[in-house]
């Protein structure tokens, strides 16, 4: 069965959110390598109830719990507890993102996952995860096999590979700059190289050659390819950016999934598309792909990732979904069964 698609039209925005009542706790969690620093944040509901609760898991790049937090509000307002954590080597936790492949992305996720199911303040047997870009990658890949993941929602990402993501950018970027004829032609080869680079085929010196032969041109430095080119002792943490397929975790979720998608983002049609595919075995009747028209990445409008005013009511649409699907299930402290 096709997951429903549907088009929001939800045109509310606000550039700061509502208040939110709430209470939290912070703590370190014990990864692979590292420690994180996170925040559970526990909505205001009446005392002697365990809520229900979402992991966030950010996206690409350095990223801290006070960037999570504009994600995190519209699930506090839903009545749903939020864990939000520094990512390796960001504000209080220990280790590098640098370092961190999206193995041990998805295996900080499941060690988060098991720890927010030791709180007693949460209900163990209904927390979801959010991937937020990036983040899209890697919450399946931590759902998988499990049985207690109750939700997952991928917020503007997910569905197409890092590497069509990656090399659509790098064309983008040519397009905005203008770099045509032969330029073009060496701007591509040197993006085929980086990539075999990453996958383990070539040296990065195979990479830096050909970025240093259009040294007296403008592209190399409308690629920006140079300011992420990892070195060859960091390649392997990067490998999957190459060679990692979505498909086969997407294709194995058997639980409600949200894929929200924003109308303005990179290719809209080209995400649908290959959300469709990859869902068609879910069978959960929960399961949506939403398109907001007028978002663009992360739900955003004026910006990308996480700059820009936030669609907040396409946000709380997005939490009000998750609480659809775990509000029958609220049980008191204490009840473990």
Not at 90 to 101: E, K, P, V, Y
Request: charged share 20%; net charge neutral.
């Amino acid at each position: 069965m096709s997951p429903a698609l549907l088009v929001l039209t939800v045109a509310s925005l606000a550039s700061s959110a509502a208040a939110v009542d709430s209470r939290s706790v912070e703590a370190r969690v014990a990864v692979s390598g590292a420690e994180l620093a996170v925040t559970l944040s526990l909505p205001d509901v009446s005392s002697g109830r365990r809520v229900p609760a979402v992991v966030l898991l950010p996206g690409s790049g350095p990223s801290t719990r006070a960037e999570s937090a504009p994600l995190a509000r519209p699930f506090l307002r839903a009545g749903l507890a939020v864990l939000t954590f520094d990512k390796r080597g960001c504000g209080a936790s220990t280790g590098s993102w640098l370092t961190a492949s999206l193995d041990d992305m998805a295996a900080d996720g499941r060690s988060l996952l098991d720890w927010m199911r030791t709180r007693g303040e949460v209900d163990g047997g209904r927390i979801g995860l959010m991937g937020v870009s990036q983040g899209g990658w890697v919450a399946p890949l931590v759902a998988s096999g499990r049985s207690d993941v109750a939700f997952l929602i991928a917020l503007t990402g997910g569905g197409v590979s890092p590497r069509v993501i990656e090399r659509f950018d790098y064309e983008r970027r040519l397009h905005a700059a203008g770099v045509t004829g032969a330029d073009l032609l060496a701007a591509r080869a040197a993006i085929d190289a980086y990539f075999a680079f990453l996958a383990g085929e070539v040296p990065q010196a195979a990479v830096t050659r050909l970025l240093e032969s259009g040294k007296d041109r403008s592209w190399p430095a409308d690629l920006g390819m140079a300011r992420v080119l990892p070195s060859d002792a960091q390649r392997p943490a990067w490998s999957w950016v190459a060679t990692f397929d979505p498909r086969p975790s997407l294709s194995s979720l058997r639980l409600p999934v949200l894929a929200m998608i924003g109308g303005r983002d990179r290719d809209p049609a080209m995400e649908v598309q290959a959300w469709q595919a990859a869902l068609a075995p879910n069978g959960d009747p929960r399961t949506e792909i939403r398109v907001e028209p007028d978002a663009g990445h992360v739900l955003t409008v004026g910006g990308t990732h996480m700059r820009g005013i936030f669609n907040e009511a396409a946000l709380d649409a997005m939490a009000g979904w998750a609480m659809g699907v775990v509000r029958p299930a609220l049980r008191p402290y204490g009840d473990f069964s």
